[in-house]
């Protein structure tokens, strides 16, 4: 698949990006910047800093919060931002304690001092708040963005492109999708196959193109760039790998993964999900189906290998800020309350090869990716978009 380098990209501009996901307002808006730090105490002084690790949380310091408070935010006709820190959550898309800190460590409560007091929240966090940070702009009214595992690949490609532009071809591809029937995913692991039919229902496509303009409350997951569905059914088996390399079958009916069994690695770490599965059957059920948009290069991190055009992706868990109904109050136990995105893409799961993707829309089957490059059928409905000789070549 076609993966351009990062010196294809402009340089990363704060300004830019800003100003064109959340627009120009006549109105003063007052930003802050929320990170995930294991002793959140040491945001007074910014002692964070001189720690090891912390990657993201400095990239939040040096590429954000400074900017914002030395010129940046007067162009963006902002207010000074403010920064508070919060214990990690341990997972994505949990809800985190209430309990924040402001820069000089006093605790204070995110839903009474903070979502209430600012217009633009952005959190640049290890484990993603996208789901929680979404329920709560919609309750109090702010706007927002989350970028979660940001690095400095991330900042030089999927958070330098234009989103007027990013938003644009998200849009073809969505409307293309739009009211599909069902998807069918064929996998190969080790020459055995497997395949995934997931239900949309005629369901309208959905897409999260980074464009969060004034007068909407809502939540950015940047860098963007994807067409999504929450799934209405789900039949069939999976591979899927484990962060410590061991591979598994998940075999899903009625819309949730009902089994687990090992192909290669650890029998412990398949015995624990297998556990976690019969204790809290909600972390199975299926709740996203995702395709990147974008023609970026690999970072990495899922945030932005998840938008790269030719990967897909299915998540288990939470999704109610997909506008699905799973939500925390689904599961037997608060910790598991999660989203879970499980990407496929050469990168990070080498072992497992998407041979196909179709598409089932009104009666008519249509391959739409062939080992993670577009098909025939895409490449034409798309040409107009994409550069398709670019995506016929591998880099």
């Known amino acids: 698949m076609y993966t351009p380098k990062i010196d294809e990209f402009p340089s990363f501009s704060l300004t830019r990006l800003l100003k064109t996901c959340f627009g120009s307002s006549s109105n003063t808006l007052r930003p802050c910047i929320l990170v995930d730090l294991d002793d959140p105490t040491s945001i007074k002084n910014f002692s964070f800093l001189s720690l090891e690790g912390h990657s993201v949380q400095k990239i939040a310091k040096t590429h954000f919060f400074d900017p914002l408070n030395n010129g940046v935010g007067e162009e963006l006709n902002f207010t000074s931002c403010s920064i508070y820190s919060y214990h990690k959550t341990g997972g994505s898309n949990l809800d985190p304690e209430d309990t924040f800190y402001n820069s000089e460590a006093v605790p204070c409560s995110l839903r009474d001092d903070i979502c209430p007091n600012y217009d633009i929240i952005l959190a640049i966090s290890d484990f993603s708040l996208t789901a929680p940070l979404t329920a709560l ?58 395949t995934l039919t997931i239900g949309c229902n005629g369901q309208t496509a959905q897409k999260s193109h980074g464009l969060c303009p004034p007068g909407m409350p809502d939540v950015a997951n940047l860098p963007a760039g994807e067409v999504y569905f929450v799934p209405t059914s789900a039949e069939g088996s999976f591979p899927f790998k484990f962060s410590d390399g061991t591979l598994s079958e998940m075999v899903v009916e009625n819309g949730s993964i009902v089994s687990i069994s090992k192909i290669s690695g650890n029998d412990e770490t398949i015995n624990k999900r297998a556990t976690q599965l019969r204790e809290d059957p909600a972390t199975g059920i299926i709740g996203e189906l995702g395709f990147g948009t974008q023609l970026l290069p690999f970072s990495g991190k899922d945030i932005q290998d998840e938008k790269i055009f030719g990967t897909c992706h299915v998540a288990t868990g939470r999704s109610d800020h997909l506008g699905g109904n799973l939500t925390p109050k689904n599961f037997i136990s608060k910790i598991n309350a999660t989203h879970d995105d499980i990407l496929f893409a050469p990168p990070k799961t080498p072992e497992i090869v998407v041979e196909s993707v179709s598409m089932s829309k009104g009666g008519q089957a249509s391959v739409i990716f062939e080992s993670f490059k577009p098909s025939q059928f895409l490449e034409e409905a798309l040409s107009s978009y994409y550069p398709i000789k670019k995506l016929r070549s591998t880099t």
């Not at 963005?145 to 940001?150: K, M």
């Not at 409307?175 to 599909?180: E, G, K």
């Open 137 to 194: 702009a919609k309750e109090f009214g702010f706007r927002g963005a989350t970028l979660h595992g940001v690095n400095d690949i991330i900042l030089n490609s999927g958070l330098s492109v234009d989103y007027n532009d990013v938003s644009v071809q998200a849009e073809s591809f969505r409307s293309l999708l739009d009211r599909a029937d069902s998807f069918t995913l064929n996998f190969s692991c080790f020459e055995k196959n497997f």
